[in-house]
Nanobody, 115 residues
């Protein structure tokens, strides 16, 4: 059974940094792609950053230069480091992975950036 468990969200002041981690289990050989999305209440879920096997990484324009995503193969996780956070980054962040054509989502972790 595929499971994604996020951690690392919390409250941070504007200009600060956070490190989100998504630990994956239940998949042998790894995912086709894995990354992070975010969603505010009443809004659509949007891509933040994603790693696609054989292709590379992709970042949303709104976070380019402030966020780095990488896979930790040893710990079967994907890590996203966010810097220079602003209140506009306040959202629930979800880990998503694709495996054999199916999408899997984590439960989400809240990130709140205060002024």
């Amino acid at each position: 059974q595929v499971q994604l468990v996020e951690s690392g969200g919390g409250l941070v002041q504007a200009g600060g940094s956070l490190r989100l981690s998504c630990e994956a289990s239940g998949v042998a050989g790894g995912f086709n792609d894995i990354g992070w999305y975010r969603q505010a209440p009443g809004k659509q879920r949007e891509l933040v950053a994603i790693i696609t096997r054989g292709i590379g990484t992709e970042y949303a324009a709104t976070v380019q230069g402030r966020i780095a995503i990488y896979r930790d193969e040893f710990n079967h996780s994907v890590v996203m480091r966010m810097t220079s956070l602003s209140p506009e980054d306040t959202d629930t962040y979800y880990c998503k992975a694709k495996f054999k054509g199916d999408d899997y989502w984590g439960q989400g972790t809240q990130v709140t950036v205060s002024t």
